[in-house]
């Protein structure tokens, strides 16, 4: 089992910024794909970003490319996502998650996703 716990989120102003953190425990891997998701009130769950642990290759929604960047810390096992330039629109409960094999499976795609997180709330007001 994978542990995964977010933090990081809060209340800020639009054109501000956050840090949001997930850190791993638990059974650990040579390699995973750890991804941050968010969910907006009535709406579905979408991608936002996503890093290959050891690659490094990483991946963006369109909505958040040149705003948000993710990078991993392997000594601390902890995933970060950096959200500048943020919106209202990025108002959600942001979660990260953990898949152990993917393949050739997009990632976007949350049926690849392990593990999850609990979410953090992310408000941006205007």
């Known amino acids: 089992q994978v542990q995964l716990v977010e933090s990081g989120g809060g209340l800020v102003q639009a054109g501000g910024s956050l840090r949001l953190s997930c850190a791993a425990s638990?059974?650990?891997?040579?390699?995973?794909?750890m991804g941050w998701f968010r969910q907006a009130p009535g709406k579905e769950r979408e991608f936002v970003a996503a890093?290959?642990?050891?690659?490094?290759?990483?991946y963006y929604a369109d909505s958040v490319k040149g705003r948000f960047t993710i990078s991993r810390d392997n000594t601390k096992n902890t995933g970060y996502l950096q959200m500048n330039s943020l919106k209202p629109e990025d108002t959600a409960v942001y979660y990260c998650?953990?898949?152990?094999?993917?393949?050739?499976?997009?990632?976007?795609?949350?049926?690849?996703?392990?593990?999850w997180g609990q979410g953090t709330q992310v408000t941006v007001s205007s």
């Open positions: 638990g059974r650990t891997f040579t390699n995973y794909r």
């Open positions: 998650a953990a898949a152990i094999a993917w393949g050739s499976i997009p990632p976007g795609i949350e049926a690849a996703y392990n593990y």
């Open positions: 890093i290959n642990w050891s690659a490094g290759s990483t």
